[in-house]
């Protein structure tokens, strides 16, 4: 089966600090990519997506960062709030199957 | 327009019994993608459903099957219970033409004693 996974399974931030949360992917030919943000007693939330064919996508303070080369996936968090707390799930897709997503990374932000 | 649907909540069980979980999807989605999450595991897919067929399918023993009803919704069903089975078991929708976000439910809790 595929694999993702993330370097980290726990992160702590401060409030009003930016958070970077890592993806590694397995298979070249994933060419779409999710982040989603999954809180307690609630399915996973749609953050933001990027496709194969771009490097970077901003949102609301967030960014996703694609590197091929290295088969790596980021998701910074601007000015981490503590509604950021939650576990967040990366993403990815190849064409024609279904979505495999890594463990998730569990972030916490002190106030 | 609403989200998507997940009934029930809540299911307690217990072993070799059989359970059947609810799905409707947001209106106007025909895909349907079923995962099972634990503690400490990230999403394990379970198969995918796009116009009434099974289009993909996850490596779950025999006794996790699906269906999906002409309306979109879907159902999924385990039978002979195991304690391992113990899963929030999500529900995803979209539209069903790849690479597209999907949209998840609340899941349904499912406790196996």
């Known amino acids: 089966g595929e694999s993702v996974g993330l370097h980290l399974p726990t992160l702590s931030v401060q409030e009003g600090d930016n958070s970077i949360i890592n993806c590694a992917y397995s298979n070249s030919a994933s060419d779409y990519f999710i982040w989603y943000k999954q809180e307690s007693g609630k399915g996973p939330q749609f953050i933001i997506d990027?496709?194969?064919?771009?490097d970077k996508r901003q949102g609301q303070r967030v960014t996703v960062l694609l590197n091929k080369t290295v088969k790596h996936l980021s998701l910074q968090i601007a000015a981490t709030q503590p509604g950021d707390s939650a576990v967040y799930f990366c993403a990815e897709n190849i064409p024609g199957n279904q979505f495999y997503f890594g463990t998730g990374t569990s972030l916490t932000v002190i106030p | 327009k609403a989200g998507v649907t997940q009934t029930p909540r809540y299911l307690i069980k217990t072993r070799g019994q059989q359970v059947t979980l609810s799905c409707s999807p947001i209106s106007g989605h025909r895909s349907v993608s079923w995962y099972q999450q634990t503690p400490g595991q990230g999403l394990q897919f379970l198969f995918e459903?796009?116009?009434?067929?099974?289009?993909n399918k996850g490596n779950f023993p025999g006794r996790f099957s699906g269906r999906q009803f002409s309306n979109s919704r879907s159902e999924m069903n385990v039978s002979t219970l195991e304690l391992g089975d113990s899963a929030l078991y999500l529900c995803?929708?979209?539209?069903?033409?790849?690479?597209?976000?999907?949209?998840f439910g609340s899941g349904t809790q499912l406790s196996v004693l």
């Open positions: 995803a929708s979209g539209r069903g033409t790849g690479r597209e976000k999907l949209f």
């Open positions: 990027i496709r194969s064919n771009m």
């Open positions: 459903y796009f116009s009434e067929t099974q289009r």
